[in-house]
């Protein structure tokens, strides 16, 4: 138990200084500041029991003089400090916040570059709780827990140090009481620590709860989840609620024994104190000054016990902010930047590709060729593989050794931004921001494009029409999600952004699944009106559509089970024939459905 406490405390400490690499680029302003800081606990103490002894001198001897002399040393050492103290604490406060800044612009960062394949396993709200709340709770490791300590490390020297010259007896016994309050406080270190700790991670999970709603706002209502997921929240807000009343529990006991023990220290010194005056070993003005260095010395004593307890939460939250940065799929270091492809060709040998933690494999000993400016659909029932081979081929699986070529050009040796700016993508999510229609569609050019461009882009994805005819047209707002969008409108402005791209490969995944007969028809219209002028993937679901396609790739199980024309395929006895009856089948049945209910 005890090697594993000591571990513990050795990785706290090791995350501790990990977070001062945000630091590092501002490390002088911010010490200095640190510094000028952490005097401000003992110099305002000093300088009111220096103040008091001076004006109890004065009482004593009733010379006004005295007095006089003790406001203006008083005031002066004031103002001084006050002069250095402020742009101290304001340099320290700037540091502060650039470090942070670059913290959350660093998770921001990996947020965006996470593998698909570790955001689908990773919770959205792991995300947003770490830029939004564990980044904030971590950046309290530079500020007052940590000051909080080193404020009365020097508060306890230098103190010390005044008292001992006063008289060595009093520095003694003050030592020693600090020393027992020391101990009393640290027997509550450990547990508020792990009270901080589980806090942390309560809020964590609350923050998820609150993503799921916000995602999953229409499932909730379409399926009356409303009071379970109210129930789930109530029962983390109340975990959190019973972690306070615990931790303030925790808190009332600690000022309680401290409040005690100081009082007992100050009794003990005034005693010890008082017997010095009546001897005639020390002033009484000056047992007046080390009697208020000594319950500060006490104070600074029990106090460090607490405020090392407040460091476990930024410490937690530090451990939460360095795991979300090193977790997940690494990015692939590729040194080769700038290269080019001779053609448009792609080319695959013996591909196969596992998802993490999958416990078989989506592709399987894939072999391919597309010719450049080729129609090619890939169709095959659900789990097939269609999707994740249009996404191995534009790079969104960021592995070593993977057997594709681009014009001769392989994807293990070029940079993966470099091989992605020959690829345009349109899902079948179709994720809209919220902003506005031009701005949406500008996004394909990294929000370069000029009006022109995004016009001409929005004609020929067909959108034009149905962005003028709204009040604002092309500064009409999608809403979140595109929520303000029918689906037909939504598939036209991102084939639109995906033109606006101007590459020579786009890239269809299952775009017109959500999409009603008619504006399927006109989707695919769209992208058959682009033939020739790109290479084209398509993966569907409705074989009719992509009839025309130069090649269809049949996927099962992970394999390619047949390639041809559809003309081909569907003259011989195979699984592409299977799908082409079954789905004229559901049409049938549909279309008899719809006839029924008119």
Not at 88 to 115: H, N, P, T, V
Not at 211 to 233: C, D, E, H, P, W
Not at 381 to 393: E, F, V
Not at 420 to 435: E, G, I, S, T, W
Request: with cysteine.
């Amino acid at each position: 138990m005890g090697i594993e406490s000591a571990k513990m405390h050795k990785d706290d400490f090791v995350f501790f200084f990990k977070m001062f690499r945000f630091m590092k680029p501002y490390i002088f302003p911010y010490v200095i500041g640190f510094i000028i800081s952490c005097t401000r606990y003992f110099m305002f103490t000093f300088m009111i029991a220096l103040s008091a002894g001076n004006m109890m001198e004065a009482i004593i001897s009733r010379d006004a003089d005295i007095a006089i002399r003790a406001l203006i040393i008083l005031v002066s050492m004031m103002l001084g400090y006050l002069l250095v103290l402020m742009p101290g604490q304001y340099i320290e406060m700037i540091a502060k916040a650039k470090a942070i800044r670059d913290m959350k612009r660093e998770l921001f960062r990996a947020f965006l570059s996470i593998g698909i394949e570790s955001d689908s396993i990773r919770h959205s709200g792991e995300g947003i709780a770490a830029i939004n709340n564990d980044a904030d709770i971590a950046a309290d490791v530079y500020g007052p827990p940590l000051g909080g300590v080193l404020e009365r490390i020097i508060s306890i020297v230098a103190s010390t140090t005044v008292v001992v010259a006063i008289d060595w007896r009093l520095g003694v016994a003050t030592i020693f009481a600090g020393i027992i309050g020391f101990i009393i406080q640290n027997r509550f270190t450990g547990t508020i620590g792990k009270i901080s700790k589980e806090h942390l991670l309560a809020n964590a999970d609350a923050t998820k709860k609150t993503s799921n709603v916000l995602t999953g706002a229409i499932t909730i209502r379409a399926y009356k989840m409303q009071v379970n997921t109210l129930t789930s929240f109530n029962q983390e807000n109340a975990k959190i609620m019973t972690l306070r009343i615990i931790r303030a529990g925790i808190n009332m006991w600690q000022n309680l024994f401290f409040s005690v023990q100081g009082w007992l220290n100050i009794v003990i010194v005034l005693g010890l104190g008082g017997w010095l005056v009546s001897a005639g070993q020390i002033e009484f003005h000056l047992l007046l000054i080390a009697l208020g260095l000594c319950a500060h010395i006490v104070s600074c004593f029990g106090s460090i016990g607490i405020t090392y307890a407040n460091l476990q939460g930024p410490i937690a939250g530090a451990k939460r902010v360095f795991a979300f940065l090193e977790s997940g799929v690494k990015n692939v270091s590729r040194k080769n930047r700038g290269l080019q492809p001779q053609s448009y060709k792609i080319q695959i040998e013996n591909l196969s590709f596992s998802y993490i933690n999958a416990d078989r494999e989506s592709l399987v000993d894939i072999n391919l060729s597309i010719d450049e400016n080729q129609f090619v659909a890939v169709v095959g029932d659900s789990g097939s593989g269609k999707s994740t081979l249009l996404r191995a081929i534009i790079g969104l699986y960021e592995r070593e050794n993977m057997p594709i070529e681009l014009g001769g050009m392989s994807y293990n040796d070029v940079h993966i931004s470099d091989w992605r700016k020959h690829f345009a993508y349109v899902d079948q999510d179709c994720k809209l921001f919220d902003m506005s229609i031009k701005d949406n569609i500008a996004m394909g050019n990294a929000g370069k494009a000029t009006d022109t461009e995004i016009t001409l882009a929005a004609k020929r994805a067909g959108a034009h029409d149905f962005i003028k005819s709204f009040n604002m047209d092309y500064e009409t707002l999608c809403g979140d999600i595109g929520g303000n969008l029918s689906g037909g409108q939504k598939q036209r402005i991102a084939i639109a952004r995906s033109l606006i791209k101007n590459t020579p490969i786009l890239v269809f995944d299952e775009i017109t699944s959500a999409l009603d007969k008619n504006s399927e028809d006109h989707i695919m219209e769209t992208i058959e009106s682009l033939k020739g002028e790109h290479t084209i993937l398509i993966t569907t679901h409705n074989i009719e559509s992509v009839t025309n396609a130069d090649m269809i790739v049949v996927m099962d199980n992970g394999r390619i089970a047949e390639i041809g024309t559809h003309d081909e395929l569907n003259s011989v006895d195979g699984l592409y024939r299977e799908l082409n009856q079954n789905h004229i089948i559901s049409q049938k049945k549909l279309g008899q459905s719809n006839a029924s209910h008119e």
